[in-house]
């Protein structure tokens, strides 16, 4: 547990000074003079005042006003403006909570490495992804999409073997 006056946002999630993630801090969220404990999650856009306590395995929903010296208990949704009590969360979302900032960090690393590619880096990469890319005739007709073989490409049926038939020694 600590303050988040005492973290630093790095890459798509806050590490605190001891080196510990933050769970899961919601884009543009507000946090002034609160503690978030350990597997918390705060949503989009919440804002958290003075004196907040979010408890591990808390929820604070989206667009969320926590007035100040509001403690929100382990297991508890709260949302609104102001924040108060929703629901209890569920064990599947409280699973969710360390999954989710697993994948928010995960996430954070691979666009870093992404956002360090030179302009002809990324080129180069998508004539490998056009050149390599597997057509699945299903996939593409549940888009709607239509892929005709040019003729040229077309080879008479003469050209290649029968499935079956026995290969010329």
Known sequence: MGTLGKAIYNVGFWIRETGQAIDRLGHSAVLHGCTVE?????????????GVIVEKNAMVAAGALVRQNTRIPCGEVWGGDPARFLRKLTEEEIAFIPKSASNYSNLAQV???????????????????????????????????????????????????????????
Do not use: C, Q, W
Request: charged fraction near 35%; charge should be negative; proline fraction near 7%.
């Open 111 to 169: 666009h870093a490495a992404e956002n360090a590619k030179s302009f002809d880096e990324i080129e180069f990469e998508k004539l490998l992804r056009k050149k390599f890319a597997r057509k699945d005739e299903e996939y593409d007709s549940m888009l709607g999409v239509v892929r005709e073989t040019p003729p040229e490409l077309i080879l008479p049926d003469n050209i290649l073997p029968e499935k079956g038939a026995p290969k010329a020694a």
């Open 38 to 50: 350990n597997e918390a999650f705060v949503g989009m856009g919440a804002t958290l005042l003075d």
